[in-house]
T-cell receptor
Framework: NAGVTQTPKFQVLKTGQSMTLQCAQD?????MSWYRQDPGMGLRLIHY???????DQGEVPNGYNVSRSTTEDFPLRLLSAAPSQTSVYFC?????????????????FGPGTRLTVL | SQQGEEDPQALSIQEGENATMNCSYK?????LQWYRQNSGRGLVHLIL?????REKHSGRLRVTLDTSKKSSSLLITASRAADTASYFC?????????????FGKGTRLHILP
């Protein structure tokens, strides 16, 4: 298994540009999520999904869109990049509570995408 | 706002010593997890402790959970240079039906040779 993969590893954007960060997992996990990590702030949840066709907002959703058309893929879209979105972005996946009888579970993380917005 | 808060923010100890870091949280939880992040890498799961458990061991790791104080501690015994990393706690709030978990800001651990 490849686990959780993210592309690209690095990206530089100009203010106002749009782009999509890709995330894919091959573990048949229902739950997927996106975090951003900034110095001194830890990880903050952007959006998450409990299954195909279902997404919800996390702590810091503004400026980002997500969709979940398949179980495997969970792309994160920046609609109009701003310097405040300069960060390292991590995608994670796990089995869902529904699969584990309400017992929560280990998150598997991708290697991250380092994004700089000029 | 973040659910978990680790303490201390940074810790430096000599190789071979034990390292203890703490996590406090605000609302009742189903379980608490600890993760490690090496510099420039993604997070790796270390251990999960459920709300009805008080202590759990995994190799050199010992985790305790005190639900009355809403706190957990992670002890790494006989530290090694390879333990240098950031450590995060993550909580799953009991009132949520979904799988959302929230991470704290982390403790940066540095093992001195």
């Amino acid at each position: 298994n490849a686990g959780v993969t993210q592309t690209p590893k690095f990206q530089v954007l100009k203010t106002g540009q749009s782009m999509t960060l890709q995330c894919a997992q091959d573990m048949n996990h229902e739950y997927m999520s996106w975090y951003r990590q900034d110095p001194g702030m830890g990880l903050r949840l952007i959006h998450y999904s409990v299954g195909a066709g279902i997404t919800d907002q996390g702590e810091v959703p503004n400026g980002y869109n997500v969709s979940r058309s398949t179980t495997e893929d969970f792309p994160l879209r920046l609609l109009s990049a701003a310097p405040s979105q300069t960060s390292v972005y991590f995608c994670a996946s796990s089995y869902s509570k529904a699969d584990l009888g309400q017992l929560s579970n280990e998150q598997f993380f991708g290697p991250g995408t380092r994004l700089t917005v000029l | 706002s973040q659910q978990g808060e680790e303490d201390p923010q940074a810790l430096s100890i000599q190789e071979g010593e034990n390292a203890t870091m703490n996590c406090s949280y605000k609302t009742s939880i189903n379980n608490l997890q600890w993760y490690r992040q090496n510099s420039g890498r993604g997070l790796v799961h270390l251990i999960l402790i459920r709300s009805n458990e008080r202590e759990k061991h995994s190799g050199r790791l010992r985790v305790t959970l005190d639900t009355s104080k809403k706190s957990s501690s992670l002890l790494i015994t006989a530290s090694r240079a390879a333990d240098t990393a950031s450590y995060f706690c993550a909580t799953d709030m009991v009132w949520r039906r979904d799988d959302k978990i929230i991470f704290g800001k982390g403790t940066r651990l540095h093992i001195l040779p």
